[in-house]
């Protein structure tokens, strides 16, 4: 499949626009309205935006196709192209995706909630069919023929012979798409509905396909964000201010005392220091010359009040104000407990994680004030091209053109492939920082940060508290559950608009507490509720968001409930579950990891080599609260592990993971993202925990936030559910819901004990352990 260089898809789509021999599937443009006098970007001319393209057929055979989003490594170009390859009859090879480049691609919103394939990939399916269809059409006429009896091979559409297989006519008879097109330039807008192929007829989807991305990074021939390298180029790099990890208060924007410039007089290269409220940055001839800089350059800070103790969160979280949020009340009051009932409560502590991406977040923008460029504007309100490694373009220019006043027409996103995060790193902050030292200098700058910055100031995954109180009637019966959930996020707005003073630094609240927050088994009575809280510390979303901690907390007490019941935990999971998708999916996880019922674990007591051991299971569908059908695909594990009883330490012995995603555009990219969620899943549950100081996080590198090893990977099995005539559903966040629990489950399975706030660290094992043996003492 061809790739385009992702630094062409602006002139690309331009030309497009005036080609010929093209068909093109297009809609209106989502512009963004003229800004009103006095507000950002008033000052500039609007521009207004070309349609948004689909689809282009080209006449040489090459089939391009456009999309918001962009791929994190999930191997969405891949997939979205078969989807594409599938609708028009054309092979795979010879379509190009263009992802997440702000002046080609459609403005679908941020790549989140596992919503690219279920979702932003319709528009994309119904082009590509609309294009077909047309280009049928205007065969039949040139044919003579009926559209029905025609038939499309490759992109070649031929007359079926009567009582004959589609494969009796070799593929070089019929007409080409190309020729179908001539000198044209067709653009037709995109059909509220369409006919699209029924999967008993698929060739292309739900077949296994390499991902069209790794062969360029496999041989080192893919440009990073961070190999991006411009004519005239600086190098930048940031000083950020003592208040490390935190963007919420009256100090931030405010705390900057003095710079003192003399400091690096002597630095060679030195082309400017530039200072806007909080942030501060240096811009320098050579990489070398910005990071001595930048570490000589003497900035004296107010101090900034001191962090709540967060090492532990409960307290801080508990202190938080909140609003308490009511998600569902079902069933009557339970009435007060029988005989043989009973009631159990337990909280759930879910730490502050980082997305740790493995290569710190570059950035480089080229701000230029050169009088009208490519009919997009005049010379007064400047324009502006960044290269970025976000997984929000559109909301990034949206960002930009509240921190700089352009209009957004005027601001060019180039989405280049990063380090990833599955959640929002650095990403968008150090695009801003080069956008302001570029402005400064009116030339090209490169920033890049250090890990020890990306480490502090990325928004971090929330801390969260889940409160649940049930009971369990005679029998086993699932009389009442009631559970609320905190969580404290802001979504972490772009840095460098907060340390400016262009957007207010006092505290937000986002509802974001609450996916997956109701419980997929069958109670009598619920009450489910978000206490929804602002940021303590800069926080957004990380994979899972608050879906995996409400999973975490569902899934551990469900097992409560059953070892209270003397129940199997799989067999009481069947027993209270209305979802049959669900049911067959446990079953089949079940037989391939050869589950017995009734079968235990040591408990507590050590087998003869003295090792504990034991297995856990748990189960979760993912619900994206505001969007219902976002991500809700079905997923569960069984895991199989050991503990050393002395150190504590865990060992994960096998891992089986069911996933049920609906209908699998390409098996093989779905079975790779379920073993992307284990690796990250068990790195999270196992270790994963920010630390964090008086003065903010202190997790500034890896020795102080480690992650899983590949000595330390279990092997993985992966049951697929076969589900090609189903709705295709979200595969990236769902398999990463039942990992913590599982293991939870499993560590009480190996040593009688309920741990219940991950990180599962040795220390946090062997504590544990010893408590108990002092209580038996």
């Known amino acids: 499949m061809p790739m385009h260089d992702d630094d062409s898809p602006r002139a690309l789509r331009m030309a497009l626009a005036q080609a010929r021999g093209v068909l093109l599937i297009t809609r209106p443009a989502q512009a963004a309205p003229k800004p009103a006098p006095g507000q950002p970007g008033a000052a500039s001319d609007h521009v ?14 090459e089939v391009l196709a456009f999309n918001g989003h962009v791929d994190l490594g999930t191997g969405i170009r891949t997939a979205l192209a078969q989807i594409v390859a599938e609708e028009l009859d054309v092979p795979l090879a010879s379509v190009c995706m263009v992802l997440g480049h702000t002046d080609a691609t459609p403005n679908q919103g941020p790549t989140i909630a596992s919503a690219t394939i279920q979702i932003s990939a319709q528009p994309l399916r119904r082009a590509a069919a609309q294009a077909r269809a047309f280009l049928v059409a205007r065969a039949a006429e040139r044919l003579g023929a009926s559209a029905d009896s025609l038939v499309v091979d490759d992109g070649r559409i031929r007359v079926r012979q009567p009582g004959s297989p589609a494969s009796d006519t070799p593929a070089e008879a019929g007409l080409a798409y190309g020729a179908l097109l001539g ?169 502050y994680q980082m997305h740790a991406s493995i290569g710190p977040s570059c950035g480089v923008a080229h701000w230029r004030d050169e009088g009208r460029d490519e009919g997009r504007g005049d010379a007064d309100g400047g324009m502006l091209t ?50 302001l030292l570029s402005r400064a200098v009116g030339r090209p700058v490169r920033v890049q940060l250090s890990r020890e ?67 997929p088994y069958d109670y009598a009575q619920v009450h489910i509720a978000c206490d929804d809280t602002p940021a303590i510390v800069r926080a957004a979303w990380l994979r899972g968001v608050s879906a995996l901690p409400n999973t975490f907390a569902h899934e551990c007490f469900i097992d409560e409930l059953a070892h209270e019941a003397g129940a199997d935990p799989l067999a009481f999971r069947l027993r209270h579950l209305r979802d049959e998708r669900a049911s067959e999916l446990l079953r089949a996880v079940g037989e391939e990891a050869l589950w017995r019922d009734g079968q235990r674990g040591t408990r507590g007591i050590p087998d003869a080599d ?126 990463s819901l039942p990992g913590a629990p599982a293991l939870a489950n499993a560590l009480f399975d190996a040593t009688g004990l309920r741990l219940r706030r991950p990180p599962f660290t040795p220390e946090s094992v062997r504590a544990a352990l010893a408590e108990t043996e002092a209580v038996a003492d």
């Open 453 to 519: 910055q990306e480490h502090l100031w990325e928004p971090k995954g929330a801390a969260q508290l889940m409160d649940v109180q049930g009971t369990l009637g005679a029998g086993g019966a699932l009389l009442g559950y009631d559970f609320v959930s905190r969580y404290p996020s802001n979504d972490a707005p772009t840095l460098a608009l907060l340390l400016t003073g262009r957007i207010d630094p006092a505290p937000r609240m986002l509802e974001m507490g609450d996916r997956t927050a109701v419980p």
């Open 183 to 351: 000198d044209e330039h067709i653009e037709l807008p995109l059909a509220d509905e369409i006919a699209t192929k029924p999967a008993s007829a698929y060739r292309v989807v739900g077949k296994a396909a390499p991902r069209v991305d790794i062969p360029a990074k496999a041989t080192g021939a893919l440009t990073f964000v961070h190999d991006v390298r411009v004519p005239g180029m600086l190098h930048g790099r940031v000083i950020r201010p003592p208040y490390a990890g935190r963007d919420a208060g009256d100090f931030v924007g405010r705390s900057l005392i003095s710079v003192d410039r003399d400091s690096i007089r002597d630095v060679p290269g030195v082309v400017e220091v530039v200072t806007i409220g909080d942030f501060v940055g240096v811009v320098a001839q050579r990489e070398e010359q910005a990071i001595e800089a930048a570490r000589r350059l003497r900035v004296r800070w107010q101090a900034a009040p001191p962090l709540p103790r967060l090492d532990d969160p409960e307290p801080a979280l508990r202190a938080n104000p909140a609003k308490r949020r009511e998600l569902r009340a079902e069933g009557e009051a339970a009435p007060p407990p029988r005989q043989g009932a009973a009631t159990l409560k337990r909280g759930y502590v879910w730490p």
């Open 386 to 435: 960044v290269w970025s490694g976000t997984q929000n373009p559109h909301v990034l220019r949206i960002d930009l053109a509240r921190l700089t006043g352009l209009d957004e027409g005027r601001i060019e996103i180039v989405r280049m492939e990063a380090a990833g995060c599955y959640g929002r790193n650095c990403a968008d902050d150090v695009c801003a920082d080069a956008v």
């Open 610 to 735: 003295g090792k504990l051991r034991g297995r856990g299971i748990a189960y979760a569908r993912y619900i994206h609260s505001k969007f219902p059908g976002f991500g809700a695909a079905w997923s569960a594990w069984i895991v199989d592990l050991e503990v050393e009883p002395d150190s504590g330490s865990i060992r994960v012995l096998r891992v089986v993971v069911g996933q049920d995603t609906g209908m699998m555009v390409n098996p093989d990219g779905v079975r790779h993202q379920v073993h992307g969620n284990v690796v990250q899943t068990l790195s999270r549950a196992l270790k994963e925990q920010v630390r964090f100081d008086r003065d903010g996080v202190a997790s500034r590198e890896w020795g102080s936030y480690p992650l899983l090893t590949f000595p330390e990977l279990p092997p993985i099995t992966v049951v697929l559910m076969p589900r090609q005539h189903e709705a295709p559903l979200g595969a990236g966040e769902s398999a």
């Open 48 to 61: 207004p935006a070309l349609p948004d393209v689909f689809v282009a057929v080209r006449a040489d055979g």
